[in-house]
C-alpha cells in the first residue's frame, strides 16, 4: 500500500496531509526518511513525528454528542475540557467537523483518515442538519434571505442555498451542504439575528437518537457501509489506528 494511503486509514490525517507530513520529512519507515509513493506493508515500522502508528485494527466510527463547553481540538492549550477526555474508546479516533466551543450536538468519530476528510469537504455536499435558537422573532423574510444564500462580508463569499424552516417562534431548522467557518452565526449576524443556542443533530444519515451529552454510541456495519458508500469510498477491510493530530 502507498504511504500516504497507509497513514490515512491509520486516522493519522487524510492522504494530502500525508503527502505533507512526507515533505516535510515528518516520516520515518524503518528508520530511514520516507518517500513521495513509498510502498509500505505490515512488517514496517512506520513514525509520525517520533510516534510509531499502531497495529492494524477495524474501522471505527463513533457518533457522540459533544455536550456545551467543550472544545473539539487538542491543540488549544486554553481549552478546560476536550473532547478525548469524554471518549474513553480504545481506539484512537479524530472529528469529522468540528463544532465550536459554545455549540453542541452531533460529531462523527474514526480511525479512517480519507473517511474523515470525504465527509468534511464542502464539495461533497453532504448534509448537516443543526437546530439554531435565535435572539428575536423570526420572520418570513429571514427565512427567505436565509434558504437563498447570504453574503458574508468579512468572507467575501455567498453561502450556498439551505434548507431553513422555522421549528417554532426563536428556533430555525436548517440543513447546510458547505463547511463555513462558523457559518450559521456569520449567516444569522449578516441577517441582522444573533444565535442563542445551536445544536448539530444530523450528519449525512447519522442522526443524534437519543444520545445524551457526553455519551456516544457505536454505528452499526449497515451504517458504516452507507457512509463509506455515500462518500464515494470503497471500504478496506482491516484498517488501521494510529496516533496523529487533533485524535482522540
Known amino acids: 500500500m502507498r504511504l500516504n494511503k497507509y497513514l490515512a486509514h491509520c486516522g493519522v490525517c487524510s492522504r494530502r496531509d500525508a503527502d505533507k507530513l512526507i515533505d516535510k520529512g515528518a516520516v520515518l519507515v524503518n528508520g530511514r526518511q520516507a518517500t513521495p509513493g513509498q510502498l509500505v506493508g505490515d512488517g514496517d515500522e512506520v513514525l509520525v513525528s517520533g510516534r510509531r502508528v499502531q497495529n492494524r485494527q477495524e474501522t471505527v466510527v463513533l457518533a457522540f454528542y459533544k455536550p456545551l463547553g467543550v ?83 468579512e468572507l467575501g ?37 444573533h444565535v442563542r443556542t445551536l445544536k448539530r443533530v444530523r450528519v449525512m444519515h447519522v442522526t443524534l437518537g437519543d444520545l445524551k451529552p457526553g455519551e456516544y454510541r457505536e454505528l452499526s456495519a449497515k451504517d458504516v457501509e452507507r457512509l463509506y458508500r455515500d462518500c464515494g469510498l470503497r471500504r478496506e477491510q482491516g484498517t488501521v489506528g494510529a496516533a496523529g493530530s487533533d485524535q482522540i
Open 71 to 153: 472544545t473539539c481540538t487538542e491543540r488549544d492549550s486554553h481549552a478546560e475540557r476536550i473532547v478525548s477526555d469524554l471518549v474513553d474508546y480504545p481506539v484512537r479516533v479524530t472529528y469529522a467537523g468540528r463544532l465550536d466551543k459554545d455549540s453542541e450536538g452531533l460529531l462523527l468519530l474514526s480511525n479512517d483518515g480519507d473517511l474523515i476528510q470525504a465527509m468534511m469537504k464542502g464539495a461533497n455536499r453532504h448534509e448537516k442538519e443543526y437546530l439554531v435558537r435565535v435572539n428575536k422573532e423570526i420572520t418570513p423574510e429571514l427565512l427567505r434571505d436565509m434558504s437563498g444564500g447570504v453574503y458574508l462580508e
Open 157 to 193: 463569499i455567498t453561502t450556498r442555498e439551505c434548507k431553513v424552516e422555522q421549528e417554532s417562534r426563536f428556533v430555525l431548522r436548517m440543513v447546510l451542504t458547505q463547511g463555513v467557518n462558523r457559518q450559521i452565526k456569520r449567516m444569522c449576524r449578516a441577517c441582522g439575528y
